[in-house]
């Protein structure tokens, strides 16, 4: 009776097992879940991302450059003092329409903030490293894969970027950026980045490699908004980035296993990427300390 019942306790955890890597393996089959961006998830995020932009512009007309600064007393000393011995402080966002979350029919809304100290370094050296979008795909990598400039005036950058990201399945996409630097005073600058193309890349890296039609895709990344603030103080840099962020939502009956995976990439994405970013400027204060002492 014993060994029956433990082959029946077997088979169900094989069961179990099969059933859950069915279900990984009909989110990640190209073919399976097919999505289509629809106007009023477009909608929607737009609206999310103009009423971000009003939120933050009342944080600055309050005196918040960064966000730590709108924290209370005894919680921004505690955060800055995280921030000034090495810790990089990534947080959820939520911007809410009088006092209501904003419904995303057809669409999830991913919000992070994130926010590192690079000792040290100078505000001239935390910019060169972000507009230096040739050599992103050596800072950023494995996240970005390729990079380059396609058009610049000024301050005003057009920049293609290649994103990789595998977590159980591997997604490239392709993507073009709107980006905006602003210089506000000697020890303050931001930027406004908006991604005006991205393309879903299919078989990328093998002969067969080809883009699907934007919007008609597997949904991993429909929209990308993207707002850095840089202060120079306490001896070094604070560097903030706040992405906002859709994808499609979640297949149904798929939530319980999918969702916890699926809304994790955001949030590691820009915890590498602050990290990325603060090695980067570290590298290049060294060398550039380096030159000067031959």
Not at 28 to 45: C, D, I, M, Q, V
Not at 147 to 172: M, Q, W
Not at 179 to 197: E, K
Not at 201 to 217: I, L, M
Request: proline share 4%; with cysteine; glycine share 8%.
């Amino acid at each position: 009776m014993r060994q029956l019942t433990a082959m029946a306790d077997t088979r169900l955890r094989h069961a179990a097992v099969l059933l859950i890597l069915g279900s990984f393996a009909l989110l990640a089959s190209p073919a399976a879940h097919p999505a289509t961006l629809k106007p009023e998830t477009r909608a929607a995020f737009q609206r999310y991302v103009q009423l971000t932009e009003q939120r933050n512009q009342r944080q600055l007309d309050a005196g918040a450059f960064l966000w730590v600064d709108s924290l209370p007393e005894a919680e921004r000393k505690k955060a800055y003092s995280e921030l000034t011995t090495g810790g990089v402080k990534v947080v959820r966002q939520e911007t809410l329409d009088v006092g209501k979350p904003i419904s995303c029919p057809g669409g999830m809304v991913h919000h992070w903030l994130g926010t590192a100290f690079i000792p040290g370094a100078t505000l001239d050296q935390v910019l060169g490293v972000l507009e230096d979008y040739d050599h992103q795909s050596e800072y950023y990598r494995p996240d970005v894969e390729r990079s380059r400039i396609e058009s610049k005036d000024g301050a005003h950058y057009r920049v293609f970027l290649r994103f990789r990201r595998t977590k159980i399945i591997t997604v490239v996409l392709d993507t073009v950026h709107d980006v905006q630097y602003y210089r506000d005073s000697p020890l303050r600058a931001h930027s406004r980045s908006s991604a005006i193309r991205i393309a879903e890349v299919e078989n990328a890296g093998k002969s067969d490699e080809r883009e699907k039609t934007p919007g008609q895709d597997d949904g991993f990344l429909w929209g990308m908004e993207t707002w850095w603030r840089m202060e120079q103080k306490d001896g070094g840099v604070f560097v903030q980035s706040e992405v906002v962020s859709l994808t499609r939502d979640i297949p149904l009956g798929l939530g319980w296993m999918i969702g916890p995976f699926v809304t994790s990439i955001p949030k590691e994405s820009l915890e590498f990427t602050m990290e990325a970013t603060r090695r980067a400027a570290l590298s290049q204060d060294h060398a550039q300390a380096a030159g000067s002492n031959r």
